[in-house]
């Protein structure tokens, strides 16, 4: 299984110390690992009391729960929740009472479409893969409270699933109604909006289609505003807010009234954001499948090509105008049908060459107007804002204030009102599958929609043999008539179940409220454990999930809020995304087969050295490439920190600059705080290599002042060896649970550097930064500068160069 590896093994690149090689223990990772995690499960080190932990010192260091997939664990994986756990263990030494929970996402189609492949029942299926993670997650050292674990397939954690379900079915925010949705024909079955990637589905990669059928829908757009605005005072990272902000997709705009020719009291509206284009419209447009459509059959035959036949006045000249069928108005957004401006948009003009319809400018250029008419008509749409033209009292505007102006021009004639609108579509979250949630409804005929009463919760998953998704538009439920022929709650008459599961992401919009209350068997959460625990002070997540389980989080928290039973609106204000580690280029999945597991390396070289060669290998937030070829350099690195507390105390003069170690103490620690891990085991292992050189000059009281604060610094990283060595020089248990070495701030205050920053091959000015700063670092202080950003104007630079404790160049 594992092999001791022997100092003695390589020849030593250490001269000082190779002379004392015979005087080691062998590095064992193998024993020193198993010993200290039995010890840290028998004291219970990583466990906190969450019914008197203060609120004040707190710390919920929450990372992504995995999904048990069935090829367990991945090195990706281990990456970061390494990252994640050097960070809270860090906290612990910082002070913090550190609550780092863990369970698992165990109910979807994942684990579904994975079971119908190989032939397994979904339930025994995840017990087995849920054991495994749990075996992976022990192994890699990291400091989880294991005593609140849960998974959400479990009834004990679904039934508050359909609990939270039934809160927001009160609030009036689940409701079930007909909709064009998104089907997944090889899942079979509806998915989210944000479940799509392009147009395929997320899960499977199969082309989505579309489909009219009536399914549940959580209103998550009534939230879109709160959602928007609450991004302002999150520490997330910026692309976080962007992705959301953009997903969200808030704007304002008019819907304008275009009354139907020859049928006076039906309008067609349209939605625009550049209602100061209204002179220029020249047709509507309508996708194909629109009511009008229908009508026009009815009225007068539609014309050939994209015509419908129908037409409408406009609302300032009166003039008539045709409705036209185009592809790419989008039915679900606005009003699902637009007004068409040829000479201003891009798209509607382009339409309008094709099927030969007029284009008006309306709008020129503020400069160099005469030049640029000949363009805006003939070579395509002027699409930017400008002054008005031919757009009768509202000529010679500018732009934003004819929009104004024609707004409310139209509103005081009831033609038009101003309108937001939203990209973001309602959560749809029924899904014709097996492995989910019943969602806890009774339909019955005499009462309609009936929820079931809260005490009757769960509604059990029914074992059934045939698991298949039948495809008709209904989950393989609906074929167990024990299950679907109740009585109703209300009349007692005869009902039937509603048989579409709920969505996964519903089980993981709310599990990190669950987690301090998962023993809790009469109530989702205990409210004074959430005012204790929550919310979450750092939650380590992926950039896969910022439209989706991010947001879907964010929703469902500030439901519960506004119903008063959480008193936060934000379950996570502080946010880092991990990067990916990627295989020969890819990231790591088992269709890849790329995926490289935490056990073979364990096995060999312990999870101290992997922990410590994966935040090595690439930045946290970054990610990068995954290989071994790093690895001997760690482990020797390892082997030279463990030499420290092997080797006897050496008896020098004595004398020693100590700065070099103060100054590791405070990179060390302001790097795990930045989630900068490779660069503070840049700084491990240079203080390290110091300490072996300086070791024959120390004293014995200055050595092991030395060894104890590395042993200190190395705790988060590599925690088993780290608690040995911490043991072996005498430290009380557990080196986890002292307090992170300060340092002498004058030793580290000589550490700074000058550097000169060049914009576009200029010196503009001579800045102070860190002399460990790296190129962010010197770029973010450069930035500072007012003679840099006079230089360099409003835009970020388009090239960076950093010669570190040198030069910063910067082009413009
Ligand atoms: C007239 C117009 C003139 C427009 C112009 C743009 C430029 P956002 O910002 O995304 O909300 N639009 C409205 N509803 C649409 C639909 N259902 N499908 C496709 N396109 C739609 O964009 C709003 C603009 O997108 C609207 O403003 C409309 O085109 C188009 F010079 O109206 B505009
Ligand atoms: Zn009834």
């Given at each position: 299984m594992s092999t001791r590896i022997h100092d003695q093994d390589e020849p030593s690149d250490d001269p000082q110390t190779s002379a004392l090689d015979d005087a080691y223990d062998a590095y064992d990772h193998a024993a020193i690992e198993a010993k200290w995690q039995a010890r840290w499960e028998a004291e219970g080190t990583?466990?906190?009391d969450v019914d008197r932990a203060d609120p004040a010192t707190?710390?919920?260091?929450a990372v992504e729960f995995p999904y048990p997939s069935a090829e367990g664990l991945h090195v990706g994986n281990v990456f970061k929740y390494s990252g994640a756990d050097v960070f809270g263990r860090y906290q612990r030494m910082a002070g913090r009472d550190v609550f780092q929970p863990i369970g698992f996402d165990s109910f979807g189609i994942h684990t579904e479409n994975y079971a119908l492949r190989v032939g397994e029942h979904p339930r025994a299926l995840t017990e087995r893969t849920i054991g495994n993670f749990r075996r992976q997650l022990h192994r890699i050292g990291a400091g989880w409270d294991w005593s609140h674990e849960f998974a959400t397939s479990d009834p004990s954690y679904y039934r508050w699933t359909q609990w939270v379900f039934l809160q927001l079915y009160r609030a009036g925010l689940a409701v079930r109604e007909d909709a064009e949705v998104v089907w997944c024909p090889s899942c079979r079955t509806v998915l989210a909006f944000e479940q799509l990637e392009g147009d395929r589905c997320e899960r499977c990669g199969t082309e989505a289609t579309r489909r009219f059928m009536k399914q549940w829908q959580l209103r998550i757009t009534a939230y879109a505003d709160q959602l928007l605005a609450g991004l302002d005072d999150l520490d997330w990272p910026d692309i976080s807010k962007r992705l959301q902000r953009d997903w969200i997709g808030r704007s304002e705009g008019v819907e304008v009234d275009f009354a139907i020719a020859g049928r006076p009291r039906d309008v067609l509206s349209a939605f625009t954001t550049r209602v100061d284009t209204l002179f220029g419209v020249t047709f509507l447009a309508v996708p194909p499948g629109h009511p009008i459509i229908e009508r026009a059959d009815r009225d007068a035959p539609p014309q050939a090509g994209t015509r419908t036949g129908v037409e409408v006045l406009h609302p300032t000249t009166g003039e008539r105008i045709p409705v036209v069928i185009a592809d790419y108005v989008v039915a679900s957004y606005g009003t699902g049908a637009i007004m068409g401006v040829p000479a201003h948009d891009a798209r509607d003009h382009e339409f309008a060459v094709e099927a030969d319809l007029p284009i008006a400018t309306v709008v020129l250029p503020a400069v160099g107007a005469d030049a640029e008419v000949g363009t805006a008509v003939t070579g395509g749409a002027w699409t930017d804002d400008g002054v008005l033209t031919g757009s009768g009292e509202f000529d010679g505007l500018d732009s934003a204030t004819a929009r104004d102006a024609i707004a409310d021009w139209l509103a005081s004639r009831g033609l038009g009102r101003r309108a937001v609108r939203y990209r973001l579509h309602d959560w749809l979250i029924s899904r014709q599958r097996y492995w989910g949630p019943p969602i806890p409804i009774v339909h019955c005929d005499a009462c309609g929609e009936v929820p079931v009463p809260e005490e009757d919760l769960p509604v059990l998953l029914p074992e059934v043999e045939d698991f298949h998704p039948a495809g008709t538009g209904e989950s393989p439920l609906a074929s167990v008539e024990s299950f679907v022929n109740i009585s109703c709650p209300s009349c007692g008459g005869a009902a039937r179940r509603e048989t579409d599961v709920s969505d996964t992401f519903l089980d993981s919009a709310w599990y990190l409220l669950r987690y301090p209350s998962s023993d809790v068997a009469d109530a989702a959460w205990d409210p004074e454990r959430t005012g204790r625990m929550l919310p979450v002070d750092q939650y380590a997540g992926g950039s896969e999930h910022i439209r989706r389980h991010h947001l879907y989080a964010r929703f469902v928290t500030r439901a519960l809020h506004d119903l008063g039973l959480v008193s936060f609106a934000e379950p996570f204000p502080r946010l880092r995304l991990g990067g990916l580690l990627t295989m020969s280029g890819a990231k790591m999945s088992k269709s890849r087969g790329n995926v490289v597991t935490p056990d073979e390396f364990i096995d060999r070289v312990g999870a101290d050295v992997l922990r410590l060669h994966l935040l090595f290998c690439a930045p946290w937030e970054e990610g990068g490439a995954f290989s071994s070829d790093g690895l001997p350099g760690i482990e020797r690195f390892v082997r030279r920190a463990w030499r420290l507390v092997t080797a006897p105390d050496p008896d020098g003069p004595g004398g020693v600059d100590a700065r070099p170690l103060h100054r590791a103490i405070a990179r060390v620690g302001r790097d795990v705080e930045r989630m900068k891990f490779n660069t503070a085991v840049a700084a491990l292992m240079e203080v390290v290599r110091w300490a072996s050189s300086e070791r024959a000059v120390m004293t014995g009281p200055e050595w092991r002042e030395t060894t104890r604060t590395i042993a200190l610094l190395l705790a988060p990283f590599a925690p088993h060896v780290a608690e040995e060595m911490w043991e072996r020089l005498g430290g009380p248990f557990s080196v986890h649970r002292q307090p992170w070495p300060s340092f002498d701030p004058d030793a580290v205050h000589e550490d700074m550097a000058t550097i000169a920053v060049q914009v576009d091959g200029r010196v503009r000015d001579r800045i102070q930064v860190a002399a460990d700063a790296d190129r962010d670092d010197a770029l973010s202080a450069a930035l500072r500068s007012d003679r840099v950003r006079r230089h360099l104007g409003d835009a970020e630079p388009r090239q960076v160069v950093y010669v570190p404790g040198r030069i910063l160049n910067l082009v413009s």
């Open positions: 990583y466990l906190v707190k710390f919920f260091n």
